[in-house]
Structures are given as C-alpha cells and as structure tokens.
C-alpha cells in the first residue's frame, strides 16, 4: 500500500506534521542547550505514532522533515564543472576547507544553482548551493522520526519557504516570522546565501506599543544590513508582516505572503508539498549519512571481497595448524596400534631368531671335518675308530705304514687350517713292525672361522675323482664350507671309503 | 523503555567493538597458542612415527633371516610343542636314517640338564655304507626338529664288509626356553 504523503517541520517551539487533508501540531520542550527533553520527546513519538496510525500510515514510510535555522548553516560555493558524479566528492572537499567543522561531523547536502557560467579568466564555474548543521541535531530529529515510525529525509525549511515566493528575483530574502524568533534567508544572485535566527518575534515585538515599534525598528535595520537584496518575501504573522513592510520601504521591498491557516499548515510544509509535486526538481537534502563515493566499491562488492579477504587471511594462518588439527587423532591411534604390534613381533622375532641362530652355531661341520681328515689322510691308513663332537673335538685311532706318513698326516691337518691343535698321543709299531699304530686328537677351530675358510672340492672334483690334484686340503675350492654341501659329502665319501672300508678289509 | 539516542547508540557501538576487537585479540592470542602447542605435539607424533617406522624396518631385516633360517631348517619354533616334540624327534631321525639306507639298530633317550636348554639326548646306533651315513648326517639339519648333532662316531663293521657302524648322538633343544627367558644367552 502506497503511503499518504506526510511533511514535517521542526520549529523551536513545536512539530508540525502536515498530510494531504489535515495536519497537528506536537509542542516540544527543549532544554537550555536546545537539546530536546526526554519526556518531550517520549510525549511527541507517542502522539505522532497516535496521529500516523488514525491515518494508516505504513511502518517506516518516508516523509520529508524540514528543519529550523538553529545551527544550520548556508553558502554558496562558486566550483568548477565536474562530471556526473564528481559533485559530491568536490563539495565534499570544499566542507573540508570552508566549514568549521568536517563533513563527517556534519548533516550536508547541496544544489546546484543555475547554468555554468564562464567566469571574466574563462573558468566555467557552478554556484552550488550547500547547506549543512550539525549531525547531533538532525541525529536527534531522525531518532524521534524513526522511534515513531517515520523514515524521514531532511532538508533545511527556509529553502523550502522559498519555494513558496512568487516572481523571485536574482537577490532576494525570505523572513519567517515566529513567535519569539525570526528566521531570515537570503539568496543574492547565486553568489552568496546565508540563513539567520534572529532573536524578534511576534511575541517579543508585541502588537502594540513603544517596545513593538522598536523591535520592529531594530529588525528592519538588521534586514537592511545584512541583505543586498531587492526583494523580502516576508511569512507569518500578516499586521507584523504589512508593519515591517512599511518599515523596510523600498530597500528591500517587503512583501508578505500569506498563507492561509488550518492544521499542518506552515509555509515549510507548503514548500515541501510544492517541491515534491516539482518532478524536476526536490528539497535539498542533508545527508546524516555519508553518501557512496563512486570511486569506493560499495557494500555488497565490499562484503564480498572482505568475507573472502577474511577466509583468505584465515586459511593462510591456520593452513600450518591443519595437518596437527585434521591429522593428530588418527595418527595417534594409528602409532599406538603400531606401538603395540612392533613390541609384539620384536618379542616374537627376537625370541624366533636366537633360539634359530643358536641352532645355527650349534650344528658343527661333520662332514666338512670328514672332507678333510679324508683329503689329508696318507694311501694305506686303516681308520678303527673315528669320533666327532659337537665341541669340535676329534679322535682317530688307526694304524699307518710309518712315521713318515703319520707326520705328514699331521701336517697336512695342520695345513688344512681347521685345526687349531693335532696331537697324535700315541705311536707304536706293530708287532710285525709292517705298520705304526697311532691314537690322534685334534681340536677344530670355532665355527666362525671354519665357515670362512674355503674347504671342499671343486664342482670338477667333485663328480667323482677319488683323489684330485687340487682338492688338497688349503687349496681354495669352489665355495666355502657352508655352501657346497652336497660336493663335500661326496668329496668325503670318496676319500672315507677308500680309507675306511679298504683299509678295514685289509 | 526508552528509546537510545545517535549518541547513546554510538557510545554502544563503539564499546561493542572495542569489546568485540579485545574479545577477537585475547581469543586469537589464547587460541594460537593452543594450535601452537597442537602442532609440537602432532609433529612429536610425527617423530615418533618416523623412529617407529625405522624400528620396523630393522624388524623386518630381522623377519627376513628368521624366514629363511625357517625354510633352511624347515622349523618354525612358534609351532613346536613341549610334549611331543623329542618323541617326533626321534621317530623322524629314524625314519630320515632308514631313508639313507642306514640299517638302524639300539635308539636310546635320556633326558638332558635343564640348565644346558636341552630337553633330551638320543644316541642311534646302526651301520650301513659310507654314502648313508653321510647322507644322514647332511639330512639331520634339516630334521624339522630342534635337534643338534651332539658326536658322531665311525667304525668299520666287521660284521659287513663294505660298511660301517655309526653311533649318533643328538640333543633335542628345550625351545620354551628361550620363550621365558626373553634375551637368552647363546
């Protein structure tokens, strides 16, 4: 539903709010520093709420608000042409230099006055008219506006009387007289403009009397200096209005306007309603808020990039934290299980791998020690007895030709380099003195050292010779004594059959 | 309630957020030391998952030459059971002597001293030719039992030309020792 256009005007003394038909007006209390009270203003946002609501005014519908002079303050600035939206940002600049306070202190806005006009050095200027108060005041307006349901765009209400004047000239002024103050604005052939409060009204001036004729008096003398202006367009009171005509004379010419009473009728309020049915033109407006600069990138661009900006920064901090955030837990349980089943097999292994290394060193070379004892044994011996222990202590009792074959026996078992000791502990010749008897102990050598030493016949030797040339005991063989089993047994075969069981059958 | 003005509402936006920026520095001071002391402790896991990795590895060398001393011994110790184990010995010997051609003759067992880890001695005794007797002595390691050749003697046989008589004595290993012993002394 489209809402009813509502106007409003803030004066010192009231709030008048002005519809199509009908109007109010809500007096306002005001403490010494102009400040509104709070029970005045909790009294007028009730009564507004009241008053909007008889009328089915839509909750924060948009109205125009015009405010008093009090603190407001109006130039005109001569600018060079920008394009488009460039006005702002220069009126903005110009705030900054020319007004007291800056512009994010203050309630601003401007409009542009009239063509471009090309100045004597060949300058296109453009009067610009700005007006601009404290944000405080207008703050204040906007929070009662808004608490009673109103969204209200504000605009200054000398400029909206103005609107009301018929056959402005270039210079002109308009005077609203109140009730104990005046306002006077003046516009001088968009160079200069101005707006003042000043302390005569109807009330102070009276209707009658010594004191009302001065402070007619002193008012026109303030009107003659400060206007350079041909024309007062003068509002309020019509017989003060028709007296400070009289008064003024020629300089400038007074001329009231009447306005014709009824509830919600001021002639801001009229003006507003003429500006708004004005489709080309509209009230100048104070900004509270500062307006989007076009150069900036405005907010739904800005909450993007930021919000990406922020989980940009976000990821890149907390990147070096996600490993240890994601990982850590299952990481943890996985090194525990670990933890648990390496213990586990290391008890295992290790327990498997001594008692089989134990095995390992514990099985001695039999048939290594038979390769040689049989490789070094002389033609001819006869062998009664040999013994093999696990200590690697050997025993041979035999018999041999002569001395000379048990010492080269001996020798040849020394020279094997498996021996670490032979002892041949008995020697004694036959009856018939045809051979020599011989008990003999040997003590082979650690395992470590026999499983390095190259012991047993070569692949060639192995097929079947029973006493090759180079399968002599300490000549190198194929492989090492661990590795060419099958070649030793066959190898010891050989050599213990020949000398055991023929010897034996001897 | 009354309404708050520009001022008010201002002086509470601007308490906000200088609460809410404390809030977000304290915060973020307190949480970056919590990540801190998170990550030291998941990159100590990660040491330690390394060290672990490594200590595995060397286990693995470990499995490897156990496996093949298992397959060289065809003996896997974890199956080996105390109670039957010098009996199966035995039977096995026997067998793996007749397999060589050994004619065997007296077996005798005798239990062994626990102190020396060894569960039983057996002696075999037979004869047959010098390739069977070397054949057994080649095959005893591969027995599939805990059994080390304690001595070994050889004498003709006067009773059979060509052949000779073999007196074996092996020990039988008391494998549960090493089981509750943990690092034995070999």
Known sequence: ?506 | MRTLTVREQRLLLYGGIGIGVYLLLFGGYKLGGALERRSAAYHQLVADARELKQELKACDDRVLVVKKMMDHYQLDPAKLNRATVVGLASAQMQKVAAGSGIQVGPVRESPAKTSAREMATLQLEGSGPIPAVLGLLQRMETLGWPVIIDSVQITPDSMRPGQVKIILSAVVLDFDQWKTEGKPHA
């Open chain 1, 1 to 506: 539903m489209k809402a009813p256009p509502l106007h409003l005007e803030f004066t010192r003394h009231s709030l008048i709010a002005g519809m199509e038909t009908d109007g109010a007006e809500f007096p306002l209390e005001r403490q010494p520093d102009g400040r509104l009270t709070v029970a005045a203003r909790e009294r007028t946002v009730a009564a507004l709420k009241q008053f909007l609501k008889a009328r089915g005014w839509p909750a924060h519908g948009r109205a125009w608000c015009a405010i008093d002079a009090r603190g407001v303050s109006l130039r005109c600035l001569s600018l060079p042409v920008v394009a488009g939206d460039g006005w702002h940002r220069l009126v903005r600049l110009q705030i900054e230099s020319e007004f007291p306070l800056p512009p994010e202190e203050l309630a601003w806005g401007f409009r542009l006055l009239g063509e471009p006009q090309r100045q004597p050095d060949g300058a296109l200027k453009q009067s610009v008219l700005v007006a601009a108060v404290k944000k405080e005041i207008v703050g204040e307006y906007a929070d009662l506006l808004t608490a009673a349901g109103v969204t209200a765009g504000f605009t200054v209400a000398a400029l909206a009387r103005a609107e009301l004047c018929p056959h402005r000239p270039a210079a002109y002024a308009v005077l609203e007289l109140g009730s104990d103050q005046s306002e006077l604005a003046g516009f001088e052939d968009h160079a200069r403009a101005f707006v003042r409060v000043l302390p005569v009204g109807t009330r102070t001036s009276g209707t009658s009397g010594q004191s009302g004729e001065t402070a007619l008096e002193s008012l026109a003398k303030v009107i003659r200096s400060q206007c350079r202006v041909s024309k007062l367009y003068i509002f309020g009171d019509a017989d003060m209005a028709a007296q400070l005509a009289r008064r003024l004379g020629d300089a400038p010419v007074g001329e009231p306007v009447k306005i014709s009473p009824g509830a919600g009728r001021s002639a801001a309020i009229l003006g507003l309603k003429k500006l708004a049915e004005d489709p080309g033109g509209g009230p100048l407006t104070l900004q509270l808020k500062p307006a989007a600069d076009p150069k900036i990138v405005t907010s739904p661009v800005l909450v993007e990039w930021g919000v990406r900006a922020l989980l940009l920064l976000l990821a890149v901090l907390l990147f070096p934290f996600l490993e240890a955030l994601f990982l850590t837990a299952p990481l943890s349980t996985k090194v525990a299980a670990f933890q648990t089943r390496a213990g586990l097999l290391e008890t295992n292994v290790d327990r498997d791998l001594d008692f089989l290394q134990y095995l390992k060193q514990n099985q001695p070379p039999y048939l290594g020690s038979y390769y040689i004892i049989a490789q070094a044994a002389p033609s001819g011996i006869h062998i009664d007895s040999l013994t093999l222990n696990r200590r690697g202590e050997m025993s041979l009792r035999g018999s041999l030709r002569n001395g000379d074959q048990v010492a080269d026996f001996r020798s040849k078992l020394m020279a094997s380099g498996c021996f670490a000791a032979v002892t041949v502990e008995d020697q004694s010749p036959t009856p018939d003195h045809q051979k020599v008897n011989i008990r003999m102990t040997a003590q082979l050598k650690p395992l470590g050292q026999l499983l390095a030493l190259p012991i047993g016949p070569s692949p060639a030797a192995a097929g079947g010779d029973t006493n090759p040339p180079d399968a002599s005991p300490g000549k190198p063989p194929a492989a090492g004594l661990s590795a060419n089993k099958d070649a030793v047994r066959v190898g010891a075969h050989s050599s213990l059959s020949t000398n055991l069981i023929k010897g034996g059958t001897n």
